[in-house]
């Protein structure tokens, strides 16, 4: 395991993002602790330090598997981090509720990193807001040792990033951005970058695979690849595009099976950078296939948890997204078809509820319209 410099620690350059752990039945709240545990198990003891976790994934537990898993291990030997839920805005009057409630999920006295989950134009007014005392109340947390770094994240835009820095950058030390070969210019990765670097903010990064898109190449982009790096894997060429952007320090990947964690363990028994040539044969293979491509969910569930029709929305994107890029067929609609009448997407009532705490800004409400017009469904 390669290590980062982080103030006077030394993380792994790989952390365990506990926002993908393997499930049960396909069911997104109920976590296979069986599973979960031997994952964390061979994370701690194959050098992985830092284990990322949040108040809403898998529906509240993961900070349970947390605290139920990691508490087994001396609390010095490891980092953990998790997040103040301002995604959703009934949240904001709620911090300390929140956090008291969190130290008691994950078994701990204090956290080693603690971020204000996803500012984005949805939130930041509110995170802004004097009147929730969000930033006193974790600057208390910080000066009790009940924090031990407090940072952010955000799939905001670049005006957010910046009134979010020029208003607590003082007290922010680290930045947790999705980042990513795909992204870099589709989400505007590079120039937020370019904002913390000269910010002198660390990075974190998360969504290196884009939700596992990144895994599986196309046909075209992993000819270019191997022409390059024969040895190298898929999964691989993600990790090493952020291995070359100055600035990164963690690097944390949601992986859902033993095979996903070995794989990208033993990626990160090195730091291979790419070279200049590389990089930039990379992101332009992919800004080509971008233009091809749907929309850009990562399937964090914030959505389901919103939707009073309590519809599989990443799922129907994701068949939304096959049937569009493919430009018809048969996989989607039938798809759709074995699912429940109430649960496809003609059942969708136009709230908006889901778009309010999506991170990627998805208009899911014109999605399930358009969706259910080309299958009519």
């Known amino acids: 395991m390669i290590y980062r410099k982080f103030q006077d620690l030394e993380l792994s350059g790989l952390g365990l993002g506990m926002m993908r752990l393997p499930v049960l039945d396909g069911n997104d709240g109920t976590i296979d602790e069986a599973a979960a545990a031997e994952m964390i198990d061979y994370a701690y ?19 349970l598997v947390a605290g139920k898993y990691l508490s ?8 953990l981090a998790t997040k103040f839920p301002g995604y959703d805005l009934s949240n904001m009057g709620k911090v300390e509720e929140i956090f008291e409630k969190q130290l008691e999920k994950c078994q701990t006295d204090y956290f080693d990193f603690y971020l204000f989950h996803n500012v984005y134009e949805g939130n930041v007014e509110e995170y802004l807001d004097e009147k929730y005392g969000i930033l006193e109340y974790l600057l208390k947390q910080k000066k009790n040792g009940r924090i031990r770094h407090l940072g952010f994240s955000s799939h905001g835009n670049l005006d957010v990033i910046h009134r979010f820095l020029d208003a607590y950058g003082q007290h922010m030390e680290f930045c947790q951005l ?95 950078p790419l070279k200049e040539e590389e990089f930039d044969t990379l992101v332009k293979c992919y800004d080509e296939e971008v233009k091809k ?34 430009g018809g067929g048969f996989i989607a609609p039938m798809a759709v078809a074995k699912m429940p009448k109430e649960k496809r997407p003609a059942s969708c009532i136009g709230c908006r509820s889901c778009e309010q705490v999506c991170p990627q800004q998805i208009k899911i409400s014109e999605m399930m319209t358009e969706f259910s017009s080309m299958i009519g469904m």
């Open 72 to 79: 087994g291990y001396p609390r010095e030997s490891y980092y």
């Open 178 to 272: 999705q980042i990513n070969y795909m992204d870099w210019h589709f989400q505007n990765a590079q120039e937020k970058v370019e904002i913390l670097q000269k910010a002198g903010i660390p990075i974190w990064v998360m969504e290196p695979l884009r939700g596992g898109k990144l895994a599986n190449a196309s046909k075209e982009l992993t000819a270019a690849m191997q022409s390059m790096r024969p040895a190298e894997t898929v999964p691989g060429w993600a990790f090493r595009f952020l291995q070359s952007v100055p600035g990164v320090t963690m690097i944390l990947s949601g992986m859902s099976n033993m095979e996903q964690l070995k794989a990208n363990l033993a990626t990160f028994e090195t730091d291979a």
């Open 293 to 326: 491509a749907g929309l850009p969910c990562t399937a964090c569930h914030y959505c389901t948890s919103h939707c009073p029709k309590e519809l599989p929305i990443p799922e129907l994107i994701a068949l939304y997204n096959e049937h569009k890029i493919t």
């Open 45 to 63: 003891h194959n050098g992985v330090n830092y284990f990322d976790t949040a108040w809403g994934y898998h529906n509240g537990n993961s900070e």
